[in-house]
């Protein structure tokens, strides 16, 4: 798993109740822009309109070797592909008040080997100098895969808790420099 962007934010602003994981809805120019690491997701929110949820506000940089298009938009809302059980949970958790949907980070994740077509497996296959077969579909880097979100159901801090967490971490840190300079 490479993991492209996070949104550091997200953990400080909001209390993180549920993860789950999704995949995204992108053009090809789009995908080789987020595995350059062209991606932000300063800002931006899960959404659910009909049924549907959409990473809403993330900003892709176009991709400068692509084709040029005018009507390019970095922050459009992009479909996030969850499974329709998981979609009737997170409807049910989201009547709740006061709960929302964060993404935490993007990144690649492997395809199982269920996934890839018989064609390509039959075109990857090599004879090594024993006769054994071997594939080249094995010898995939970090970056060939499928890009996943995770989002978070998350419910929103107060300013009196994130003080406590400031407070924490600063003694934290205290406590380790007092560790190492011993």
């Known amino acids: 798993m490479n993991i492209l962007a996070t949104n550091k934010s997200a953990s400080f602003d909001y209390e993180l109740l549920d993860k789950y994981e999704a995949g995204l809805v992108l053009t090809g120019a789009e995908v080789k822009s987020i595995k350059t690491g062209h991606i932000s997701l300063k800002g931006s929110f899960v959404t659910l309109h009909s049924g549907e949820l959409y990473l809403t ?94 989002f978070a159901l998350a419910k929103g801090k107060k300013a009196y808790d994130k003080r406590k967490d400031i407070s924490k971490k600063e003694s934290k840190r205290k406590i380790e420099r007092a560790i190492k300079n011993n």
């Open 57 to 150: 506000n993330a900003n892709i940089s176009p991709y400068p070797f692509a084709k040029s298009s005018a009507a390019y938009e970095p922050t459009r809302s992009r479909k996030l592909l969850v499974r329709k059980i998981e979609i009737r949970h997170l409807i049910g958790k989201l009547q709740v008040k006061g709960l929302t949907l964060v993404p935490l980070r993007v990144y690649t994740k492997k395809r199982s080997t269920r996934y890839i077509s018989q064609a390509s497996l039959s075109t990857n296959t090599k004879f090594s100098a024993a006769g054994n077969k071997t594939s080249n579909s094995n010898r995939r880097s970090e970056m060939d895969g499928l890009i996943k979100l995770e």
